[in-house]
């Protein structure tokens, strides 16, 4: 056999290679990677939150030091939280509607849920939620951090000052 024929005949295994491929169905595209999400606001510090007691909700606010890029005019935000709240075992789950009150006047408005998990007076925290309204919406929140928890009658009291940080992206 010529050089010729060997470079010939591997063209044609090679052809009918791709068309018994294509026979088993069409060759699946590059599947997109999702765009990573964009940071606009990044928060630290700690808030308290109180369960329970006499209104039977939860309640809670806290101060935060916050960066937002492309805006340095943002570098600090009162938070407030206001909802309901449910427990099993030795966690906590709270919905709340919260406000975020940055340095520069500018608000929003988020409705959130954040698990508060207790183990002999300590909390760890894991939250998550959407914007509602104001500055930066639309965009998700999460956040988390750790503390102490403190119970005393049907009260619970949550201070969530250990790594807490909370990040604003779309």
């Given amino acids: 056999m010529t050089m010729y024929a060997?470079?010939?005949?591997?063209?044609?295994?090679?052809?009918?290679?791709?068309?018994?491929?294509?026979?088993?169905?069409?060759?699946?595209?590059a599947v997109a990677a999702e765009p990573a999400a964009t940071t606009l606001v990044r928060c630290s510090g700690s808030f308290g939150m109180t369960?329970?007691?006499?209104?039977?909700?939860?309640?809670?606010?806290?101060?935060?030091?916050?960066?937002?890029p492309g805006r340095p005019d943002i570098t600090s935000a009162e938070i407030?939280?206001?909802?309901?709240?449910?427990v099993s075992g030795s966690t906590v789950t709270t919905e709340t509607?919260?406000?975020?009150?940055?340095?520069?006047?500018?608000?929003?408005?988020?409705?959130?849920?954040?698990?508060?998990v207790t183990n002999a007076g300590q909390a760890s925290e894991s939250g998550s939620g959407t914007t509602t309204s104001g500055a930066f919406h639309p965009a998700t929140e999460t956040e988390s951090g750790s503390g102490t928890a403190r119970s005393g009658g049907d009260v619970t009291i949550?201070?969530?000052?250990?790594?807490?940080?909370?990040?604003?992206q779309r």
């Fill in 51 to 68: 369960v329970g007691g006499f209104v039977g909700d939860a309640q809670g606010s806290g101060d935060l030091t916050c960066t937002a």
């Fill in 80 to 86: 407030r939280m206001r909802g309901s709240f449910s």
């Fill in 6 to 29: 060997i470079v010939a005949a591997r063209r044609c295994a090679g052809a009918v290679l791709a068309a018994g491929w294509l026979a088993f169905g069409p060759v699946p595209a």
């Fill in 97 to 116: 509607q919260d406000t975020l009150t940055f340095n520069t006047g500018e608000t929003t408005a988020l409705e959130m849920t954040r698990t508060f």
């Fill in 158 to 168: 949550f201070t969530i000052d250990q790594g807490f940080t909370a990040e604003l």
